[in-house]
């Protein structure tokens, strides 16, 4: 697709498969705070909205009526949440496959960062995995109030890059990239190897589908 000269993406679920890091580090700050743990896979469902949304779901998931947590609650579980995250998050997160090779095969566009992670971690992950150097902007969640599926972050990150959406897509594993891609304008790819199923992804009606991060290959280079 040669019209396409700009390519947004997620981190969690898209380029890194945080799962487990993410769950052990929320049945930690759950633990701390005198909760039960919960499923990876409930825990996964969580993710895609920031760590305040992250920690709110799981801290009213684990109350025993169900009952949101209150303003004091909620501030000291995201506390806690994120000093457990800093000591775990590299344990045993990694690429999924073929993410360095599809990058550098694809060295005449421009690439961006659009996550709801907060913008010094998700930076940390782009350089320990040595695929930083790819990456002409980062936008995280700690940048503007809006968040995905706003599309307020693909615009910024649209902005910062001189681009215009009709010469971008934006490709991410949840219905809220492909949600804030239509709303920006830009073409979307719903990722089905991420934190959400195929049908989940299909119910947005991205433009396009991948089931492996290598198919980017078969349609922008």
């Given at each position: 697709m040669s019209q396409i000269s700009v390519m947004l993406f997620d981190l969690d679920g898209t380029l890194i498969d945080s799962r487990a890091d993410l769950a052990r580090s929320i049945n930690m700050m759950l633990a701390d705070l005198g909760r039960p743990p919960l499923s990876?896979?409930?825990?996964?469902?969580?993710?895609?909205d920031g760590v305040w949304v992250l920690v709110y779901r799981s801290l009213k998931a684990t109350d025993p009526n169900g009952k949101p947590p209150d303003d004091a609650l909620?501030?000291?579980?995201?506390?806690?949440?994120?000093?457990?995250?800093?000591?775990?998050?590299?344990?045993?997160?990694?690429?999924?496959?073929?993410v360095p090779e599809t990058l550098a095969s694809l060295?005449?566009?421009?690439?961006?960062?659009?996550?709801?992670?907060?913008?010094?971690?998700?930076?940390?992950?782009?350089?320990?995995?040595?695929?930083?150097?790819f990456f002409d902007c980062v936008?995280?969640?700690?940048?503007?109030p809006e968040r995905k599926p706003d599309?307020?972050?693909?615009?910024?990150?649209?902005?910062?890059?001189g681009s215009q959406p009709n010469?971008?897509?934006m490709i991410g594993d949840s219905e809220n990239d492909v949600i804030a891609g239509k709303r920006a304008g830009t073409m979307t790819c719903g990722a089905t190897f991420g934190f959400r199923t195929e049908e989940q992804?299909?119910?947005?009606?991205p433009?396009?589908?991948?089931?492996?991060f290598g198919d980017l290959k078969l349609h922008f280079s």
């Open positions: 990876e896979s409930l825990i996964s469902s969580f993710v895609g909620h501030k000291l579980g995201i506390e806690t949440m994120r000093r457990r995250y800093s000591d775990q998050m590299l344990v045993s997160t990694h690429l999924f496959p073929g060295p005449e566009k421009r690439m961006g960062l659009v996550t709801s992670k907060e913008t010094d971690l998700a930076q940390m992950l782009l350089a320990h995995f040595g695929i930083a150097r936008v995280g969640g700690d940048q503007l599309p307020k972050p693909v615009l910024r990150a649209l902005d910062l890059l010469s971008a897509v992804i299909l119910e947005t009606e433009d396009l589908v991948i089931r492996t």
